[in-house]
């Protein structure tokens, strides 16, 4: 019973507008109110027979609905009609059964007892009753009573009707009203589902804001923990502070007292410090007469130190013999000679004395060729035992002289395997014993740089190396794609009416410092073109020219000074003959022999119509000598290194090498000036 009064309202309105058309359908079987009766008593009773099955099916139309609970208002129906149904009594045929059936119609809502008798009027007869049985069918004859019947009957029906007609209206308003409440209901279903969704995405929203806060929450409370740990910090911090302050008001207060102290004992000062200002005063005109006469002297020993390179001589010739290698034959005694100078064992040597035996001038007998000795004399003579920095002591004089503003020009001259390359770059293996004329040349350099710094001037340097092989200049600084490739650099004037000369397409590098120098050096023996000979398992076939711009000003005064130093390897001056090479390479040594000789010819040239004073020098006969055509006239320094080797198998090719650098050291150019501004 519960579970049928919590039934959806719905429901309950389809259930009350399906009895609804239960009714209205059985009502719609009644006759209608005022339709005449004129039928014979057979018709009559036919008539009423439909009316006993409507009735009955009425009843069974009230016992379906009235099997379930109701609303409020239909159940009131139900009760009305559940004891008609109940009264409905055994079908029954005949005459006997019209009175039933009207009875029962006349009083529908009567108990189950005994049909009263109908009321008679005056002038009818009755029926004869039974006691506790239902009136009979008058007889055929009682027409007027019959028709009494039908008309109390009739009269019922439309009570009946009307009744049922007025429940029918209620219902279709209760209908009516039931859908109105289910359109409500619907509409209201739809704002309540609009609204679910909508507080279903809030709280997905809230949700997800939640989840942004609890993660919020855990960082705050990360950035609380850190915080307190930092007020922890600070607080211990600040115990720390508070203690360094008392320590800094006690040093404060002995500061304060020093203070004091030191104020008494400047007050005493300022006298010392006005006498010291005149001190310094006379100090510093002191200083200024000073540095006058300081640059006064050293413009005298810039002069003295000229004339004495003059003295020496403006082309100067030294001779340089290396040492017998391992795996080398020893010469035999008395065949190179160191003779003595005037000043004894202690003097350095300058002549040099070569003993050679002539095979043409054998005699028949078998005796021993006559050995014939030639004589030569030059500036300076080193044996093979003399070191690199003996070598480089002699000709630091005319480094200075660059460094003065003279240009120098220092050549290494000899056959090949006679130790040129050694004399002017050194050793492998960077050992310092062993560090040629280039680094140590430099080293000098910045070292007095350095120092005339002191006195008001400063020096730039800017380095280039490059090799002349068969007449074509290349630049042995090149990196890259540019490396051997000698046909871009050409030699050109730096400008229009510019006597400086200028290797186009090579590197002009700043220098400073000797790592910079050693680096260009190794990068430079790489390059540099070398071939096997029958003399020399690795022999140079280029000049190397290595040529550095130095630079100096004096701002102070206003001076300015500038002169190159070349520093040039030559490549091996022997014959033909003796150097030729093996193998399908002939012809190209062949060729590299010309050149060679011819440009040191021309060197020899150029040399010997500058010392003559002639009219034309053949600087442009050569790439070298046209190259280095400024630093060989008269206002230039000249050094030549002649290298001969100690073996006995080449002293053809040394006598050639001697005598050539004899002629040179016969010929003097004029003055030299510098190169001042």
Same mark, same amino acid.
């Given at each position: 019973?519960?579970?049928?009064?919590?039934?959806?309202?719905?429901?309950?309105?389809?259930?009350? $507008?399906?009895?609804?058309?239960?009714?209205?359908?059985?009502?719609?079987?009644?006759?209608?109110?005022?339709?005449?009766?004129?039928? +014979?008593? /057979?018709?009559?009773?036919?008539?009423?027979?439909?009316?006993?099955?409507?009735?009955?099916?009425?009843?069974?139309?009230?016992?379906? /609905?009235?099997?379930?609970?109701?609303?409020?208002?239909?159940?009131?129906?139900?009760?009305?009609?559940?004891?008609?149904?109940?009264?409905?009594?055994?079908?029954?045929?005949?005459?006997?059964?019209?009175?039933?059936?009207?009875?029962?119609?006349?009083?529908?809502?009567?108990?189950?007892?005994?049909?009263?008798?109908?009321?008679?009027?005056?002038?009818?007869?009755?029926?004869?009753?039974?006691?506790?049985?239902?009136? +009979?069918?008058?007889?055929?004859?009682?027409?007027?009573?019959?028709?009494?019947?039908?008309?109390?009957?009739?009269?019922?029906?439309?009570?009946?009707?009307?009744?049922?007609?007025?429940?029918?209206?209620?219902?279709?308003?209760?209908?009516?009203?039931?859908?109105?409440?289910?359109?409500?209901?619907?509409?209201?279903?739809?704002?309540?589902?609009?609204?679910?969704?909508?507080?279903?995405?809030?709280?997905?929203?809230?949700?997800?804001?939640?989840?942004?806060?609890?993660?919020?929450?855990?960082?705050?409370?990360?950035?609380?923990?850190?915080?307190?740990?930092?007020?922890?910090?600070?607080?211990? &911090?600040?115990?720390?502070?508070?203690?360094?302050?008392?320590?800094?008001?006690?040093?404060?207060?002995?500061?304060?007292?020093?203070?004091?102290?030191?104020?008494?004992?400047?007050?005493?000062?300022?006298?010392?410090?006005?006498?010291?200002?005149?001190?310094?005063?006379?100090?510093?005109?002191?200083?200024?007469?000073?540095?006058?006469?300081?640059?006064?002297?050293?413009?005298?020993?810039?002069?003295?130190?000229?004339?004495?390179?003059?003295?020496?001589?403006?082309?100067?010739? $030294?001779?340089?013999?290396?040492?017998?290698?391992?795996?080398?034959?020893?010469?035999?005694?008395? $065949?190179?000679?160191?003779?003595?100078?005037?000043?004894?064992?202690?003097?350095?040597?300058?002549?040099?004395?070569?003993?050679?035996?002539?095979?043409?001038?054998?005699?028949?007998?078998?005796?021993?060729?006559?050995?014939?000795?030639?004589?030569?004399?030059?500036?300076?003579?080193?044996?093979?035992?003399?070191?690199?920095?003996?070598?480089?002591?002699?000709?630091?004089?005319?480094?200075?002289?660059?460094?003065?503003?003279?240009?120098?020009?220092?050549?290494?001259?000899?056959?090949?395997?006679?130790?040129?390359?050694?004399?002017?770059?050194?050793?492998?293996?960077?050992?310092?014993?062993?560090? +040629?004329?280039?680094?140590?040349?430099?080293?000098?350099?910045?070292?007095?740089?350095? &120092?005339?710094?002191?006195?008001?001037?400063?020096?730039?340097?800017?380095?280039?190396?490059?090799?002349?092989?068969?007449?074509?200049?290349?630049?042995?600084?090149?990196?890259?794609?540019?490396?051997?490739?000698?046909?871009?650099?050409?030699?050109?004037?730096?400008?229009?009416?510019?006597?400086?000369?200028?290797?186009?397409?090579?590197?002009?590098?700043?220098?400073?410092?000797?790592?910079?120098?050693?680096?260009?050096?190794?990068?430079?023996?790489?390059?540099?073109?070398?071939?096997?000979?029958?003399?020399?398992?690795?022999?140079?076939?280029?000049?190397?020219?290595?040529?550095?711009?130095?630079?100096?000003?004096?701002?102070?005064?206003?001076?300015?000074?500038?002169?190159?130093?070349?520093?040039?390897?030559?490549?091996?001056?022997?014959?033909?003959?003796?150097?030729?090479?093996?193998?399908?390479?002939?012809?190209?040594?062949?060729?590299?022999?010309?050149?060679?000789?011819?440009?040191?010819?021309?060197?020899?040239?150029?040399?010997?119509?500058?010392?003559?004073?002639?009219?034309?020098?053949?600087?442009?006969?050569?790439?070298?000598?046209?190259?280095?055509?400024?630093?060989?006239?008269?206002?230039?320094?000249?050094?030549?290194?002649?290298?001969?080797?100690?073996?006995?198998?080449?002293?053809?090719?040394?006598?050639?090498?001697?005598?050539?650098?004899?002629?040179?050291?016969?010929?003097?150019?004029?003055?030299?000036?510098?190169?001042?501004?």
């Amino acid at each position: 019973m519960n579970m049928q009064a919590q039934r959806p309202p719905l429901l309950e309105v389809k259930r009350n $507008f399906e009895l609804k058309t239960t009714l209205v359908k059985a009502s719609s079987r009644l006759p209608l109110p005022g339709s005449k009766l004129k039928r +014979g008593p /057979d018709q009559m009773e036919d008539a009423l027979e439909p009316a006993k099955k409507r009735t009955r099916g009425l009843g069974a139309v009230t016992k379906i /609905d009235t099997s379930r609970p109701r609303g409020p208002v239909l159940s009131t129906v139900s009760q009305t009609q559940g004891p008609t149904a109940a009264q409905k009594g055994p079908k029954k045929t005949g005459p006997r059964g019209c009175a039933t059936v009207a009875s029962v119609l006349k009083n529908p809502k009567a108990a189950p007892a005994a049909p009263a008798a109908p009321a008679q009027k005056p002038g009818t007869s009755a029926a004869p009753m039974v006691a506790g049985k239902r009136p +009979g069918k008058r007889p055929a004859w009682d027409l007027k009573g019959q028709l009494c019947d039908l008309n109390e009957e009739l009269k019922r029906y439309r009570e009946k009707t009307q009744k049922l007609d007025q429940e029918n209206q209620g219902l279709r308003e209760q209908l009516k009203e039931a859908q109105e409440q289910a359109t409500v209901l619907e509409t209201e279903r739809n704002t309540l589902a609009r609204e679910l969704a909508s507080v279903r995405t809030q709280a997905e929203q809230s949700q997800q804001k939640l989840e942004t806060l609890c993660a919020r929450v855990l960082e705050l409370e990360e950035c609380l923990g850190t915080k307190e740990r930092l007020v922890q910090e600070l607080q211990k &911090e600040k115990l720390e502070l508070q203690e360094e302050q008392k320590a800094l008001a006690t040093h404060l207060e002995e500061q304060e007292r020093r203070l004091q102290a030191s104020e008494t004992a400047l007050s005493s000062s300022e006298a010392e410090v006005v006498s010291l200002r005149q001190k310094t005063a006379a100090q510093v005109t002191l200083l200024a007469e000073q540095g006058d006469r300081l640059h006064g002297l050293e413009m005298e020993r810039r002069r003295l130190h000229n004339q004495l390179q003059e003295l020496k001589g403006n082309i100067r010739v $030294f001779c340089r013999v290396r040492p017998v290698l391992a795996g080398e034959p020893t010469p035999s005694p008395g $065949f190179l000679l160191f003779p003595h100078g005037p000043a004894g064992p202690s003097d350095p040597p300058t002549h040099l004395s070569v003993s050679r035996s002539d095979d043409r001038r054998a005699t028949l007998t078998g005796a021993p060729a006559p050995t014939t000795r030639h004589d030569f004399s030059f500036d300076r003579v080193f044996p093979p035992g003399s070191k690199q920095e003996e070598v480089f002591e002699e000709i630091s004089m005319l480094v200075q002289s660059a460094l003065d503003g003279y240009p120098v020009c220092i050549f290494a001259y000899g056959q090949t395997g006679s130790g040129k390359t050694f004399t002017m770059e050194g050793g492998p293996g960077g050992d310092p014993q062993l560090e +040629g004329l280039i680094p140590r040349a430099l080293r000098h350099l910045f070292s007095v740089a350095q &120092e005339m710094g002191g006195q008001g001037w400063t020096y730039s340097f800017v380095a280039s190396y490059v090799e002349i092989y068969n007449e074509t200049v290349r630049d042995l600084l090149a990196t890259g794609t540019r490396k051997g490739q000698g046909g871009e650099c050409e030699i050109r004037r730096a400008g229009p009416g510019s006597e400086e000369l200028t290797v186009t397409n090579a590197r002009y590098v700043p220098v400073s410092c000797e790592k910079e120098v050693e680096a260009l050096l190794h990068l430079a023996r790489q390059n540099r073109a070398v071939a096997r000979t029958a003399q020399n398992e690795r022999s140079s076939r280029s000049h190397s020219v290595f040529q550095l711009q130095i630079s100096g000003e004096h701002a102070a005064r206003g001076l300015q000074c500038g002169a190159p130093l070349n520093l040039i390897d030559l490549a091996g001056s022997e014959r033909l003959d003796p150097g030729l090479a093996l193998g399908p390479g002939e012809r190209d040594r062949l060729r590299e022999t010309q050149a060679i000789n011819s440009s040191l010819s021309t060197l020899g040239l150029v040399i010997m119509a500058l010392s003559n004073k002639e009219s034309h020098v053949p600087y442009r006969n050569s790439k070298l000598t046209y190259l280095l055509q400024n630093s060989l006239g008269g206002s230039a320094k000249m050094l030549m290194f002649v290298n001969i080797s100690p073996l006995e198998e080449n002293v053809s090719e040394s006598l050639n090498s001697l005598r050539f650098a004899s002629k040179v050291n016969q010929c003097v150019i004029g003055t030299a000036q510098a190169n001042k501004k």
